[in-house]
Every structure is written in structure tokens, then in C-alpha cells.
């Protein structure tokens, strides 16, 4: 469940920018990355008062914000333990001790960022509508697919901030197997419910 790689440089580089903040700091500048994975937005006039209460150069203060927010976004897909964030940030060249604080907020946090970050993905992709037609083949420039039926599906999906169309195309064979995986998740569905 390592993080560290060879694509990690940029990111530990953000990530030892931390050794600016003090304690107070650090905490209200995790503070706005747990704000960022809820809400899915920078709090751009947050930051800039922040960065002017505390002197800190916004395009550094960004930078660190955008490390930090790669890492436990990271962090919170590999579900990782506070004990593992900990020891990936001191892998990355991260002071140990604010290593240590951010893992204890992480341990505090986690289970909320967790649940809001799987309302999210149930969110995505949502299927809001499906139209079928059914159809024959008339004519084609295969002689064994004329007169062939076939079934066509139109799926809705909402991607979260607009909406799509998907076609599919299936002959009858392939629309009975589909019916009957889809059958078969219907059941396992019902015995988790």
C-alpha cells in the first residue's frame, strides 16, 4: 500500500513546504484539504486570508495545499490508517512530527471523509433513465443476419454535473446473457439487503 514512487518528487517536494507552518497552521491548512475532499472545491478566499494573516506566499501556500490534497485523497482511496499516513509522509521527507499531526487529524477524520467520499461515487454515474427499442435487421451485406432481431438500449446517466447518453446494440443471444447477469446481481443485491 506504499505511495512512494518515482512520480513522487513533485509531491514530496509540496509536502516538505509544510516545514513553514507552525502547528496552528498546519492544522487549519489540513483543515481546509478535509474542507477540499468534501466539498470537491478549493476555498479559494479562505486560502488568500490565510495566506495574508500568515504571510505565506499564495502560489507556495497552493502548491503545499495541492500536495497535501494529492496525498490524502490518495490516502483515503487506499483506505489507509492513520499509523500508514503517518509513515508515508515521513517516507516523503515529511518532519516527523508534523507527520505525526496530520495522522491523528487523518484518525479523527477519516471515517467522515470516507462516507462523504462514498455518497459522492454513488452520486456519479447515476443511472437515471434507460429506453429500449426492439428491431429486425432488414437489410445488410450479410445474408445470415437479414431478418435477425436485435435490441438496442439507451442508457441516461447522470455524471454529476450534466447528463449522458450511451447506446447499446445487442442480438438476442447477447441480450439473454445480459439478462441473466443482471438477474444474477438482482439476487446478490437482495441478500446484502
Not at 439473454?176 to 447477469?181: A, E, G, R, T
Request: net charge neutral; aromatic share 8%; proline share 2%.
Amino acid at each position: 500500500a506504499a505511495m512512494t514512487s518515482s512520480g513522487d518528487g513533485k509531491i514530496s517536494a509540496d509536502l516538505q513546504k509544510l516545514e513553514l507552518l507552525d502547528t496552528k497552521q498546519l492544522e487549519h491548512l489540513v483543515g481546509f484539504t478535509f474542507q477540499t475532499l468534501t466539498s470537491g472545491r478549493l476555498p479559494e478566499e479562505q486560502l488568500a486570508a490565510f495566506a495574508a494573516e500568515h504571510n505565506i506566499k499564495p502560489k507556495v501556500l497552493k502548491e503545499t495545499l495541492k500536495g497535501l490534497l494529492f496525498f490524502l485523497s490518495e490516502s483515503l482511496r487506499k483506505n489507509m490508517s492513520a499509523e500508514t499516513v503517518t509513515e508515508e509522509l515521513t517516507k516523503l521527507g515529511v518532519d516527523a512530527g508534523k507527520s505525526e499531526s496530520i495522522g491523528a487529524m487523518w484518525k479523527t477524520t477519516f471515517t467522515k471523509l470516507a462516507q462523504t467520499m462514498k455518497e459522492k461515487t454513488l452520486k456519479v454515474n447515476e443511472l437515471v433513465d434507460l429506453q429500449w427499442k426492439f428491431g429486425v435487421t432488414a437489410s445488410t451485406d450479410s445474408l445470415k443476419q437479414v431478418n435477425t432481431c436485435f435490441l438496442q438500449l439507451k442508457f441516461i446517466i447522470n455524471t454529476g454535473n450534466k447528463t449522458e447518453e450511451h447506446l447499446m446494440e445487442m442480438t438476442l443471444p447477447q441480450f439473454y446473457k445480459f439478462l441473466q447477469q443482471m438477474e444474477q446481481a438482482q439476487r446478490v443485491c437482495e441478500s446484502y439487503s
